[in-house]
């Protein structure tokens, strides 16, 4: 059985930084993008960072410059510091990761269960 475990959430004031970590365990063949997603409440999920397999990143605009996504395939984690913390980025995020159990077959989508992250003084 695969899955992703995430750590790292909790309060932080604004302005404050917080380090979110993911890591997929269980029979992976191979892993393509990951990233992490958030869900703010009464929102929809939306797509905070992504980073391909090769290092490619991808950026929401509202966390350009303050958020830094990277990931470490032989452990087949992925971490997304964040800095400059805002009330907005209130949230629960998300792990997200695209892997195969087997060497044939599509990649399928994977995701975490979840880590709350609150800004607030």
């Known amino acids: 059985q695969v899955q992703l475990v995430e750590s790292g959430g909790g309060l932080v004031q604004p302005g404050g930084s917080l380090r979110l970590s993911c890591a997929a365990s269980?029979?992976?063949?191979?892993?393509?993008?990951m990233g992490w997603y958030r869900q703010a409440p009464g929102k929809q999920r939306e797509l905070v960072a992504a980073?391909?397999?090769?290092?490619?990143?991808n950026y929401a605009d509202s966390v350009k410059g303050r958020f830094t996504i990277s990931r470490d395939n032989a452990e087949n984690t992925v971490n997304l510091q964040m800095n400059s913390l805002k009330p907005e980025d209130t949230a629960v995020y998300y792990c997200?990761?695209?892997?195969?159990?087997?060497?044939?077959?599509?990649?399928?989508?994977?995701w975490g269960q979840g880590t709350q992250v609150t800004v607030s003084s």
């Open positions: 269980g029979s992976i063949f191979s892993v393509n993008a």
């Open positions: 997200n990761a695209e892997m195969r159990t087997k060497p044939w077959g599509p990649h399928s989508n994977y």
């Open positions: 980073i391909t397999g090769d290092g490619r990143r």
